[in-house]
């Protein structure tokens, strides 16, 4: 095995996050967790979306589709069964992951494919400045929602109640503890949501680094806490905004997608040789 | 004189009529004959009138013929709306005790299908099996032909189901055999053996045997049935089929496991590729291969789900934000788009960029005799895919390396070292994401500079001359065997036409269309659609006004004689 060292996962071109962005802390925790696994860049899938988040990508290095907005997980999910080789890790906002691709999100939960989701939750709109997001707090106003931000979305008991077969959440302002939850995720059989808590310093002035700081506890502290349990983690993901779980909320093993297909079971499909003379038995049932 | 036979069997939604015409169709074609046979269905499980129409020729056939010699009515709306199509010594098989018709004419015969699917089988389902056997004992066609076809229908279903309809189909031909017509079906010796197959399975098999892996989808009419053939093969073809959420997920699946380097394609309708003209522009963008195939219906919205138009050409031709190249392609003929869904593929992954095939119902759903395909002939043509030797001696890869011809040597994720770095923002070489203006022209004008190399790609129309022709007839996609057949009908009455046909649209193949047109015969372009798409795109490309149009519109498929008929009103 190659030795990986934090210079493999160095920034590849400026970063254009504003100073004190929660996103730093995330990269930093990426690029621990991928030293720690072993994995070398071109082993690596990156898939993004579009946002400040999804440009993570380009500040470090690994094979890289930074797709559309909200379509990161079906243009990852084609590349994991097209080469089940590779270690693919999607980086997304909460509007790529909660709005704009709420669909394609439960869809892979259900599916259960085998990658990470990384979802920068910072209840608002970065990169468009400011606007509310399906996670902002109710009458958050924003530009767009003048007379305050409707309900929020809770993510993780949507997760939940779709059968979520790895669900954790981490803070931004915790590099270390953030590391071991992605470590985790990437290492689980199947598809593993890791929703991180990540303070935007420009347009969120409620949801601080102060602010988390105050209200997060380490699940894996207590004991007691049994991430199988399904209904102590409907519990847990209830808890809000006074008490903030981090850590691993839940996880089961449940049949991974991709090993129901016939033609995935010997070669990655991008292996196999192509051969038209293959198809010519079946020509007969034409005749 | 040649022989061109046409049934029609008609009835509820639900009474088997699917199932009569591929009965008889594969009992013909057993028998030699060349055959073209089309559905007309509603957007319903049960009730309603589907009909299934058969024409059996002893020459190649492309289109269809409104002009029936023998009716097969399951029900008695089947009688009532279509008995003014029978020839003049036409004939209806029907059970009387169904359809309480009484119009005793020499022509009909009244089988007891009910009867005797009950007495044969003991299974009144099968009374459409005792149909397809009256019909081809009643023109003394020869019943192991279509004992064959049974078998081969039902092989699947096990032995009892197979042995059962061979009994109904036999006591329906015996029963008719002592009802002569007068009229027969003699097999034809010697005939090569063909394949019968339709627009959507000679596609599929196309996209299979080219090397397609990966299918991402959602149903409809359509383009359902191409998605559940690809489904169905998955196992023995090694092929992943994925029923998606939403059409936006199937392109998107499709461009993801196409950037991860296997060939990839969507199959969908006009609704369909409305979600997802965002990703063909992703598509566009980052240089991914992938192909699109459009079954049109006509619209707009959800319109007529179960019939055909060819009214989307503009859409697919313009969708997508932004600028970028793009293939358009559309088979003529059900045999065609076998070959063109290879064209398709080889063409997406050679430019690295979006194809997209456009049929429509009619193609898509319609039988066709075609010669065996020769899959020796299927030529995988993978472009500046690197190998994995080429990629382990890369130093400094960049995917979006520019070039003279605008493609770029693709190297694809975990094959080697090399990163392989792509954004749908504008990006420079190495797929970062850029802002500056200097790169964003030279990455625009490296991406259009593809088209160039598509343009030589694209197939110049078919053309077929007469001498001293008086009518350029010009049309695309699935209308080739009505404008085939009708210029042979009108060369009978002396008026001599050419046929200028494109099944390769776009990049538009100018010189070779305003070669084709630049005589003194009048210019009439035929489409299924209400705005002449065509006619205008001809314009817009070659600057040639059109002396007419055929359009039809109303969902139903150009025939020969809808153009015919509508040519004499043009003209007059």
Known sequence: ?287 | MATDFNFLAGGEAGQGIQSVGMILAKSLLYGGYHIFADQDYESRVRGGHNFFRVRASDREVLALSEDLDLLIALNRETIDLHKSKLKPDGMIIHDREQTQFEDHCNACLDVPLNRLAMQAAQNRLMVNTVAVGAALGLIEYKSAFLESALKKAFAKAGDKIVADNIRAALAGFDFARQHPSGQQLKPIDGAPRRMLLNGNESLSVGMLAGGCKFVAGYPMTPSSSILEYIADKSTRCNVVMVHVEDEIAAINMAIGASYAGVRSMVATSGGGFALMVEGLALAGMTETPVVIVLGQRPGPATGLPTRTEQGELWFTLHAGHGEFPRAVLAPATVAEAFVIAVKALNLAEKYQTPVLILTDHHLASSYNTVPKFDLKQVKIERGALLSDEEVSRLTDYRRHQVTDSGISPRALPSQGMALVVTDSDEHDEAGHIIEDAATRILMNEKRLRKLRGLQAEISAPMIKRMPKAELNLIGWGSSYGAIHEAIELLHKEGIAANHIHLSEIWPFPTEAVTRALNNKAKSIVIESNATAQMAILIRRETGIKVSGNILRYDGRPISPKYIIDNLKKEVS
Not at chain 1, 101 to 121: D, E, P, S, W
Not at chain 1, 161 to 166: E, L, R
Not at chain 1, 207 to 223: A, S
């Open chain 1, 1 to 287: 095995m190659n030795m990986v060292t934090l210079q493999d996962y160095a920034e590849s071109m400026h970063i254009a996050w504003c100073p004190g962005c929660g996103n730093f802390g995330i990269l930093q925790a990426f690029r621990k967790a991928m030293v720690e696994l072993h994995l070398e860049p071109n082993r690596i899938l990156l898939v993004s979306g579009i946002g400040q988040a999804p440009k993570l990508p380009h500040y470090t290095h690994g094979n890289v589709l930074n797709g559309l907005h909200g379509r990161a997980i079906p243009e990852a999910s084609g590349a994991k069964l097209a080469n089940l080789e590779l270690t693919v890790i999607v980086i997304d906002g909460d509007g790529g992951a909660y709005g704009e691709g709420l669909n394609h999100t439960l869809a892979a939960i259900r599916r259960n494919i085998r990658m990470t989701y990384m979802v920068h939750n910072n209840q608002v709109y970065g990169l468009t400045k400011g606007q509310a997001s399906p996670t902002s707090d109710l009458g958050f106003v924003t530009k767009t929602t003048p007379m305050g931000a409707g309900q929020p979305l809770n993510p993780l008991a949507l997760a939940l109640a779709s059968d979520v077969s790895f669900l954790a959440r981490g803070f931004a302002g915790d590099i270390d503890h953030l590391s071991s939850i992605l470590q985790m995720a990437i290492t689980h059989q199947g598809f593993a949501l890791v929703d991180i808590l990540q303070p935007c310093v420009s347009f969120n002035r409620v949801n601080t680094f102060q602010w988390y700081r105050k209200r997060v506890y380490k699940l894996d502290e207590d004991k007691s806490y049994d991430p199988t349990d399904k209904m102590k983690a409907f519990a847990k993901v209830q808890e809000w905004p006074d008490r903030i779980p981090i850590g691993l909320i839940y996880r089961q093993e449940r049949p991974v997608y991709e090993e129901q297909f016939h033609a995935l079971k010997e070669l990655p499909l991008v292996k196999q040789k192509l051969d038209p003379l293959d198809f010519e038995a079946h020509l007969d049932e034409f005749m």
